[in-house]
């Protein structure tokens, strides 16, 4: 699928950007919270290089912009956790925290982007405190974060919070489509909403969002049984399914909670509408809380199959008591 470029704002963040740019205030400790896959990265980046920036325009053609360009800018930073970890280690923040300290090498402040940031362990975390707290005069230190809530409150308390919520549906087709995506609704869907994860999914997740759709409709009316259910998903790439079950839940969430999209023609949004119609909101939210935490569990042979079995043992459940 061919890229945008990745210095263009998404449309769905013009009015966020225009915003922020215009901020004679902006925090100098940013907490950038939303769903995975809607943008947030690619606007930290490019704040960061509104902030180095000579022209302080992210012009794309000074030195400095240059530099970002090239992915070699000497005042940029960024940490996050490194594949097969789950945790940002004390070690990563204390070399930030250091790099924070030097003088600016082009004269126009340092930039300090921290992805996962909830992913931080908690020496980490509270090593961070006092650049956050504190910190030095020209610096700006952007935290990009999935799941606000899990990060330190001391963390969250020093940082102004920006919020990116899922854009809407319309706006997520638009880019697909120009993103050339061969099934934009279908991706859309099945990435939650998020136009970013749904231009990163490929044939084999689409089929696997699509069985896992058809799954939850069957148990849901009767015509499947949770544990046979269970039987047939518990041989799939597991941390696959369960990302593709969460989204999906993700936006059959968003579409009970905003009614406009009732009326919409798009036989995907009608699909999880009706998966949903009736049923407890509290308990879907539940039920999606587990499958998040349940993602860590599917290492085991043995407990992915528990781990099936109550995912579809509770859909059943929560199907039955339908009001
Ligand atoms: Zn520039």
Known sequence: MPSLPASEILPWHRQLWDVLAASPRLGHALLLAGPPGVG????????????????????????????????????LARCG?????????????????????????LGHGRVVIIEEAERLSRAAANALLKSLEEPPA???????????????????????RVDFPVPAREDGLAYLQRAGCAHPAAALTLAGGAPLRAAALTAADLQIGEGLLKALEEVRCGHLDALAAAEEWHKIDGDKAFANLAGLLAHAVQDT?????????????QRLHKLVIGLDLRQIFCFWDKILDDRGLLDAPLDRRLVWDEVFLTWQRMSSQTT
Not at 44 to 73: I, P, V
Not at 138 to 160: D, M, W
Not at 263 to 268: E, I, L, M
């Open 40 to 75: 947030k990265t690619r606007f930290a980046a490019a704040l960061g290089q509104r902030l180095l920036c000579a022209a302080g325009t992210a012009c794309g053609r000074c030195h400095s912009c240059r530099l970002l360009a090239a992915d070699n800018h000497p005042d």
């Open 81 to 105: 956790p490194v594949a097969g970890k789950t945790e940002i280690p004390i070690d990563d923040v204390r070399e930030l925290t250091a790099f924070l300290t030097l003088a600016s090498h």
């Open 138 to 160: 020209g610096t700006h230190l952007l935290l990009i974060s999935h799941a606000p809530g899990r990060l330190l409150p001391t963390v969250r308390s020093r940082c102004q």
């Open 257 to 269: 909670m905003t009614a406009s999209s009732r009326d919409t023609a798009d036989p995907q949004v």
